[in-house]
Structures are given as C-alpha cells and as structure tokens.
C-alpha cells in the first residue's frame, strides 16, 4: 500500500471480527513504529500487548468496572471540558455516529450498549497499550503520539483496524492484573487492533477534518 493510501484507510474501527492477529504481525508493526521519531532519540514508550484470553479477559473487567459505574482512575490525566470548535467538532462526531448506528437522543438502552461495547474495545482480539516512564515531562507525550500514529498507520498498510481509546486506559490496575506493566511506567493509552468487519455501516463513517486554509498559516512565501 502506498503511504497515501494508508493514510486515507487509517480511521477509527468500532466493530472488528474476532479474526486473531499473529504474534510476528504485531512484531512487525511494532518494528516499524521503531522509526518514530522522539526527543533525542530517548524512545521513551513500551509496548504492552494483549492477545487471546488475555484481551478478553481486559474487556470483560474494563466492561464490569465501568457497568459499577465506577469513575475513571487514569495514569495520564485525561481532557474533561473542550470549548469553542473543538467542543463543536466533538460534539459533531458524537452525534454523526449515533446517526449511523440509528440511535435515537432518548434511546438510553441502546446508547448504554453502544458505552458497553466501547469499553469491550468493539470486540478487537488484540489490545495495545503505550506505556511511559514516570517523571518525564508532559513534552513526552509528544514522542508516545509520533509512536503511536505510525504504529497505526503501519496497521493500516497491512490491512489491519485500529481504534485508539483513551477508556481502554480507564482503570489502570485491572490492566497490570492481565500485563506485567510495573508502577514506574504509567499507561497512556489503549489501542484496539484487529480486522475491521466491513460489513457493517459505521465501519465506513468517516470523521470530517477541517480544510487546510483553516489551520494553516504560511508566512514569507
């Protein structure tokens, strides 16, 4: 696949088939991310992943402690207010996909379920989670971000579905039940990684992006 391409087919899966995803593909993924770039070349971030019945049992728990109503206890402080556009845009996304997967305002049962299957990573057979040392400076996350989109991009290249959630990162402990993650490297976030099941419509809802003339600002040219 061609670079370009394997941006335009990078998106958000929110339904993936329970295919599994070899061992030496996750390697190979994970090889490629190595390219990244990061802050003299430091390579700050660890790669946690989960397969088999060890995902599964990560969903189930993340399912059952968010079904407590339990509240987020996150390693990495996590955004709780947008403003402006940016509220407009989250706003718009959220809405655009309960359009797709005809949820109504006022269907709370199926807009819980819809809750539900996020906190189960959509079904993905395999999680990955990023991890970085703690005390490193906010300015880290940038280099764990340069990781974490090549490792996806690199995914999409080779046919593969992800879905980058921060609620996978949640609840910390029930994760390092499952992974040896210790308590010096704190989880940064999750990825759903998997085969994308194209047979269903929000598979191909793609999120809007702002024109270029937007956000682009070019000065001496």
């Known amino acids: 696949m061609e670079f370009t391409q394997a941006i335009a087919a990078r998106h958000s899966c929110r339904n993936f088939l329970d295919t599994p995803v070899d061992a030496a593909t996750i390697s190979a993924l994970v090889e490629m991310a190595q390219h990244s770039p990061s802050w003299g070349n430091t390579q700050p971030w660890r790669v946690w992943?989960?397969?088999g019945e060890v995902?599964?049992?990560?969903?189930?728990?993340?399912?059952a402690r968010a079904a407590a109503g339990a509240p987020p206890v996150p390693d990495m402080p996590m955004p709780t207010v947008f403003e402006g556009e940016m509220k407009a845009r989250y706003v718009e996304v959220g809405r655009s996909v309960f359009a797709v997967l005809g949820i109504e305002r006022q269907d709370e049962e199926r807009?819980?379920?819809?809750?539900?299957?996020?906190?189960?990573?959509?079904?993905?057979?395999?999680l990955v989670y990023i991890t970085l040392p703690d005390g490193?400076?906010?300015?880290a996350m940038l280099d764990a971000g340069a990781f974490l989109s090549t490792f996806c991009l690199a995914a999409a290249d080779r046919g593969l579905a992800t879905c980058i959630q921060a609620t996978l990162a949640h609840y910390p402990d029930i994760i390092r039940q499952?992974?040896?993650i210790p308590p010096q490297e704190r989880i940064v976030v999750g990825v759903a990684l998997g085969h994308a099941d194209s047979a269903c419509d929000i598979n191909r809802f793609r999120s809007a992006r702002e024109p270029v003339e937007k956000i682009l600002t070019l000065t001496g040219f």
């Open 111 to 126: 807009r819980n379920a819809h809750r539900t299957n996020n906190c189960n990573a959509f079904g993905a057979p395999v």
């Open 49 to 51: 992943v989960a397969g």
């Open 136 to 139: 490193l400076t906010p300015y």
């Open 55 to 63: 995902a599964v049992s990560i969903r189930q728990g993340l399912v």
């Open 178 to 180: 499952h992974l040896p």
